[in-house]
């Protein structure tokens, strides 16, 4: 059974000494999936779950799709790119949170660097800066922060070649202004099937739960927002969303990696209207919840990642409470 959490989001960790997160994220800013076509699986993206593509980088390769909500919210990376490792199968590449501001990643950055973390790079994304490393699970992470507001004006149509080196905090003096789009307007591709607005979170099958938590809560910063009582499974939210990723604990028939990735919708309207048209693409429903917190569909793409679009309805701890950890697995 779920309950809310009402203990303290900062505990002193190998990684955390000093007690406080070295970031504090506002939200998932955006998923990076390998796909096994990045042309189909832009058209797939595009078709089906309403996005456009902003921009193409044909030479990692990869598209990038957005509705307006920040510059991605989807990168989709062919399994053919260099960033690819040997033998990886189609699923996560990488998880991307937002922060208020590049001073804050800077900040970060250094007190990280002071409690001996190591970063795997950092990057120059023209509109954005970015570091790197893995979870206790192996997962890839980002942390990042804008450093442009107008992207669509930097990030447009074929983008190729290298980006210049990127050190924290020495490069370029760091943006103390907040860059991020501040109530942008979503774009809709009317005749897609779903109309998704935009990424909102994604979940993890954790072999480390426990570590898995910690890291994320009291290193990376986000917050507590639901634990289940019998530590299955937890929700952690941002400063401006509750919903940023949602962990399981690994158990036989569940393994360990990447289980979902999730997009809000503008209605329940256009639910039901997505229901209607899935048969007409032969697309199955893997799974509907009907839930007083929120109304959920899950579906896989043609690579087999799984999809979930939802509406939340009254998405708060004491509406979850009673939640199995079945359930959860396609509602958080």
Not at 182 to 201: E, Q
Request: proline residues 5%.
């Amino acid at each position: 059974m779920i309950a809310p959490y009402k203990g303290t989001n900062t505990v002193s960790t190998k990684q955390n000494a000093a007690g406080k997160p070295c970031f504090q994220p506002r939200r998932l800013g955006h998923a990076n999936l390998f796909v096994g076509d990045y042309v189909k699986a832009c058209n797939y993206y595009h078709d089906v779950a309403g996005f456009e593509e902003v921009y193409r980088q044909p030479d990692v390769p990869a598209s990038f799709i957005s509705n307006g909500n920040t510059y991605h919210d989807f990168g989709l990376t062919d399994l053919s790119s260099k960033y690819a490792p040997q033998g990886q199968k189609a699923g996560l590449f990488h998880l991307a949170f937002e922060l208020e501001t590049e001073v804050d990643l800077v900040a970060g950055y250094r007190r990280s660097l002071e409690q001996g973390v190591k970063f795997a790079f950092c990057q120059n994304h023209d509109v954005a800066h970015s570091v790197y490393q893995h979870d206790p699970d192996g997962n890839m992470v980002e942390v990042y922060a804008d450093v442009f507001e107008d992207w669509r004006t930097a990030r447009n149509g074929v983008i190729s070649g290298a980006k210049p080196d990127w050190i924290p905090g020495e490069t370029t003096v760091p943006v103390a202004e907040t860059r991020y789009p501040k109530d942008p307007a979503l774009r809709v591709v009317a005749d897609s099937v779903f109309r998704a607005r935009r990424v909102t979170h994604a979940a993890l099958v954790a072999e480390d739960f426990d570590g898995m938590l910690a890291w994320y809560a009291d290193y990376v910063g986000l917050t507590r927002f639901v634990i289940d009582p019998a530590g299955q499974f937890a929700a952690l939210g941002g400063t401006a969303t509750s919903s940023a990723l949602t962990l399981y604990r690994a158990r036989p028939g569940l393994e360990k990696g990447f289980h979902h990735v999730s997009m809000d919708v503008g209605s329940e309207a256009d639910l039901d209207r997505a229901l209607t048209l899935l048969p007409g693409h032969g697309i199955k429903v893997e799974r509907e919840i009907d839930h007083p917190a929120r109304r959920a569909i899950s579906i896989l793409d043609p690579d087999g990642i799984r999809l979930q679009f939802f509406v939340d309805r009254k998405f708060n701890a004491e509406t979850l409470v009673g939640l199995t950890p079945d359930d959860a697995l396609y509602l958080l």
